[in-house]
C-alpha cells in the first residue's frame, strides 16, 4: 500500500496513526503494521476498504477466516469453469452462466451468497496470480451490465404505468429524504430515486 492510500486512510477513517521520527517522517508500530497486513489480504481477496479498515485486528481476522473458507471444496468445480471461462474471455459464456444461477438459485440467494462467493473467489485467484488485473475488470464489467439488466427488469415491475411519479433526490448532507406535497398524493404515486447524492441547492 501506498503512502499517500495510508494519508486518506487517516484522513477518512482515522487509521493508521502514525508517529514521527527524527527527520520528521511517518512510522508505524507492530500493532498497525500487523492491522495493516491483515488489511491487505482483505484487500487483495476484494473487500472493500471502507468496510475494513476501520475494524480492530480480532475483526479482521475473523473476517480473514471468513473469505478463506467461503469457497467450499464442493463448489470448486463450479468455479474453476468460471476460471476457464474468464481466462478465455468469453463474456457470452459468463452472462449465460450468471443467468443460470440466478434462475436457479433465486434472486436474493444469488445476490447474497452466489455474488459474493464469486466476488472473493475472483480475487482470491488474482492473489495467487491466476488471473490478471484485466481479466478481474473484465469480470466486473460483464457482472455490472447482468447486474444492471436485473435492477432494470425490478424497476419496470415496481412502476405502474398509470398514476403520478414521485422523484426523491436526497441531500448530500442527510440520509432522510423530505417530501413536500400539498395533498395526499404522494401515498398514491411511486416514489423514484434518481440519484445518490444531488446537491443541496437542486
Same mark, same amino acid.
Given at each position: ?11 477518512? %477513517?482515522?487509521?493508521?496513526?502514525? $508517529? ?7 512510522? %508505524? ?11 491487505? $489480504?482483505? !484487500?487483495? =481477496? @476484494?473487500?472493500?476498504?471502507? @468496510?475494513?479498515?476501520?475494524? =480492530? ?5 475473523? !473476517? ?11 463448489? *470448486?468445480? +463450479?468455479? *474453476?469453469? /468460471? ?7 468469453? &463474456?457470452?459464456?459468463?452472462?449465460? &452462466?450468471? #443467468?443460470?444461477?440466478?434462475? +436457479?438459485?433465486?434472486?436474493?440467494? /444469488?445476490?447474497?451468497? *452466489?455474488?459474493?462467493?464469486?466476488? !472473493? ?7 495467487? #496470480?491466476?488471473?490478471?488485473? %484485466? ?8 457482472? $455490472? ?12 415491475? =415496481?412502476?405502474? #404505468? ?9 441531500? +448530500?448532507?442527510?440520509?432522510?429524504? /423530505?417530501? /413536500? ?6 401515498? +398514491? ?10 446537491? &443541496?441547492?437542486?
Amino acid at each position: 500500500m501506498g503512502k499517500d492510500v495510508l494519508r486518506v486512510w487517516e484522513r477518512r %477513517y482515522g487509521f493508521p496513526v502514525p $508517529q514521527r521520527d527524527a527527520r520528521g517522517d511517518r512510522v %508505524y508500530d507492530q500493532d498497525q503494521l500487523g492491522r495493516l497486513r491483515l488489511i491487505k $489480504q482483505l !484487500l487483495d =481477496a @476484494g473487500v472493500r476498504a471502507g @468496510g475494513i479498515v476501520p475494524k =480492530a485486528e480480532h475483526e479482521l481476522r475473523a !473476517l480473514l477466516a471468513e473469505t478463506e473458507t467461503a469457497i467450499s471444496p464442493s463448489m *470448486e468445480p +463450479r468455479f *474453476e469453469a /468460471w476460471l476457464d471461462l474468464l481466462l478465455r474471455g468469453d &463474456t457470452a459464456g459468463m452472462r449465460a &452462466t450468471l #443467468q443460470r444461477e440466478r434462475k +436457479r438459485q433465486g434472486l436474493e440467494s /444469488w445476490l447474497s451468497d *452466489e455474488i459474493f462467493r464469486l466476488g !472473493l473467489w475472483v480475487g482470491q485467484a488474482w492473489q495467487s #496470480q491466476r488471473i490478471k488485473v %484485466y481479466h478481474q475488470h473484465l469480470f466486473c464489467e460483464v457482472l $455490472q451490465a447482468e447486474l444492471r439488466k436485473v435492477l432494470a427488469a425490478i424497476h419496470r415491475r =415496481a412502476i405502474p #404505468q398509470d398514476g403520478p411519479r414521485v422523484l426523491l433526490p436526497p441531500c +448530500r448532507r442527510s440520509n432522510t429524504v /423530505w417530501v /413536500w406535497s400539498p395533498s395526499n398524493a404522494c401515498l +398514491r404515486s411511486t416514489v423514484v430515486i434518481i440519484s445518490p447524492w444531488v446537491p &443541496t441547492r437542486h
